[in-house]
């Protein structure tokens, strides 16, 4: 029986701290084989885009690993809709490093909504990712409690919501409440910190909702894998940038397409080649830190991935 334990101590700047305990004992117990290749996929221009970015060399595309840049948002629709009809099935995220891009909101908009481009590929509906706090933000809103409300409204307002798991875990809280002390009324604010618990509980048992064509930030896509990935650019700067092109190799295991804003000023649209034709060096927020124990090597301004 094999057991895979992943671990990354590059988080622990404290030398002292190491090397982690479990890690120790491992090495003690067995021979651990240690994983220097990537398996997320076996897909040529992946691994090579993948290392390209890595090492700050120039990237090649090809049929499953494209950058190209559009003139507006109905270009950038068509370029969208083709990667979507064209991924020879499973999942497609499309990630961008900023919700306040209107270039980037219209062209999921018009791809969820009408047949885009030359190819007649679309309409292909979209589902923006919800935070849990933004969930929790509508969930109140439907529920239109008052500031308190008896027993029996807030089960009868709980039970008009979805889905049906859901609901009945709110529920069960509530009756259980009810029936071991006593409680005639809750407070609006009882119920909005009962509903934020079972979002992120809900979220770290079932994982996020299954949608084919999901769109999300940068940081909603953390962690995670695609069938496609389409990184969405209409921003200025080289950390967005940067951050956009290491999410553009490591989260699809079938293909990539980059889509950007043509019409950008010019050092923006220059951001965008340059940030993925360098040498990122990701750091997860502790660039301040990690700075002051090991400057970067071959890279002018460290990238937070």
Request: aromatic share 6%.
């Amino acid at each position: 029986m094999a057991t895979l334990w992943p671990r990354d101590e590059f988080q622990c700047l404290d030398t002292a701290l190491r090397p982690n305990p479990l890690v120790a004992w491992l090495a003690d117990t067995g021979v651990p084989e240690v994983l220097t290749f990537v398996h997320r996929t076996n897909v040529p221009a992946l691994l090579t885009g993948a290392a390209q970015v890595r090492m700050g060399a120039p990237l090649t595309p090809g049929p499953r690993l494209i950058v190209t840049a559009a003139p507006g948002v109905p270009m950038a629709s068509a370029y969208v809709a083709n990667a979507i009809a064209w991924r020879e099935g499973g999942d497609v995220a499309v990630i961008t490093p900023s919700l306040k891009s209107a270039f980037v909101k219209g062209v999921v908009a018009r791809v969820g909504q009408q047949v885009c481009g030359k190819h007649g590929n679309g309409p292909y509906p979209i589902r923006w990712e919800q935070s849990d706090h933004d969930a929790q933000t509508a969930i109140m809103k439907d529920l239109e409690l008052p500031a308190v409300a008896s027993s029996a409204e807030t089960v009868e307002r709980l039970q008009r919501l979805s889905p049906p798991g859901f609901v009945r875990d709110l529920c069960d809280w509530v009756t259980y409440q009810i029936r071991a002390t006593g409680r005639t009324q809750f407070r609006s604010t009882d119920i909005e910190t009962l509903i934020g618990r079972q979002l992120a509980l809900r979220r770290q048992r079932w994982g996020h909702e299954q949608h084919p064509f999901v769109a999300m930030t940068v940081q909603q896509a953390k962690n995670r894998e695609f069938a496609g990935v389409i990184v969405n650019l209409a921003v200025s700067g080289r950390r967005r940038c940067g951050a956009s092109a290491t999410n553009f190799v490591q989260r699809p295991y079938s293909r990539a397409a980059m889509v950007h804003d043509h019409r950008s000023k010019p050092r923006d649209s220059r951001s965008i080649p340059v940030s993925v034709n360098r040498r990122l060096m990701r750091c997860d927020g502790l660039r301040s830190r990690i700075a002051a124990h090991s400057p970067a090597v071959g890279c002018d301004r460290p990238v937070s991935g």
